[in-house]
């Protein structure tokens, strides 16, 4: 089993849609995640952290089911520039390391 | 404009030569990273830094070695190469506790260096 999981993609959705993703991780007791976007030919970068009562920051928001071992993102009202890859971030590997998923990609079309 | 700033932006080499990556920081991080991210597949970490110690990762080659001089400079120095190295290399920093170790929270990347090994 991989140590963070996510469905590879794409979503193809259009404007104005509402996307979500989910990540599974296998190491109960990770205490950290995190989504990072990672734009074609750019380097990733944090888009938000992952609290325990969930959050949200403007369109996005981010669940997190410790039971269940799987975080969520929700993007309301997509926009072109949203496109991208979504990586799920998960730390608790290998001396609590930050471990990433294989990305979602996301394509919003017009 | 990036804090963390990697030369060469792109690389190609045979299997038989010598070369390094660079990595600087400007961030004020006292724990630096070297990432490989492949053509689908999830960014693997290669190697950190923390306070300037490294911390060994059995896993990788030792084609690959790393190179730390100070809290601000990383190099990952590249011989003899195979095909299947040629992938992104990311360099990434971050701010550990101050006596050292790793805080798990954002990591600051740089651009990557693009390789292509012949």
């Known amino acids: 089993r991989k140590e963070v999981e996510q469905d590879p993609g794409p979503f193809n959705v259009p404007e104005g849609a509402t996307v979500a993703f989910n990540c599974t991780y296998s190491n109960s007791a990770s205490q950290s995640f995190f989504w990072y976007r990672q734009d074609c030919r750019k380097e990733p970068k944090l888009l938000m952290s992952v609290y325990s009562s969930g959050n949200e920051d403007g369109r996005f928001t981010a669940q997190l089911n410790r039971a269940s071992q799987y975080i969520s993102l929700l993007i309301r009202d997509s926009k072109l520039s949203d496109s991208a890859t979504y990586l799920c971030v998960v730390n608790g590997y290998a001396g609590n390391m930050l471990t990433f998923g294989g990305g979602t990609r996301l394509m919003v079309k017009p | 404009e990036t804090g963390v700033t990697q030369t060469p932006r792109h690389l190609v080499m045979g299997m038989t030569n010598k070369k390094s990556l660079k990595c600087e920081q400007h961030l004020g991080h006292n724990a630096m990273y070297w990432y490989k991210q492949s053509a689908k597949k999830p960014l693997e970490l290669m190697f950190v830094?923390?306070?300037?110690?490294?911390?060994e990762n059995n896993s990788v080659p030792s084609r690959f070695s790393p190179e730390c001089p100070n809290s601000s400079h990383l190099f990952l120095h590249l011989h003899t190469l195979q095909p299947e190295d040629s992938a992104l290399y990311l360099c990434?920093?971050?701010?550990?506790?101050?006596?050292?170790?790793?805080?798990?929270?954002?990591?600051?990347f740089g651009e990557g260096s693009r390789l292509t090994v012949l």
């Open positions: 830094y923390s306070l300037e110690e490294r911390v």
């Open positions: 990434a920093s971050s701010q550990g506790p101050p006596g050292g170790g790793f805080y798990t929270g954002e990591l600051f």
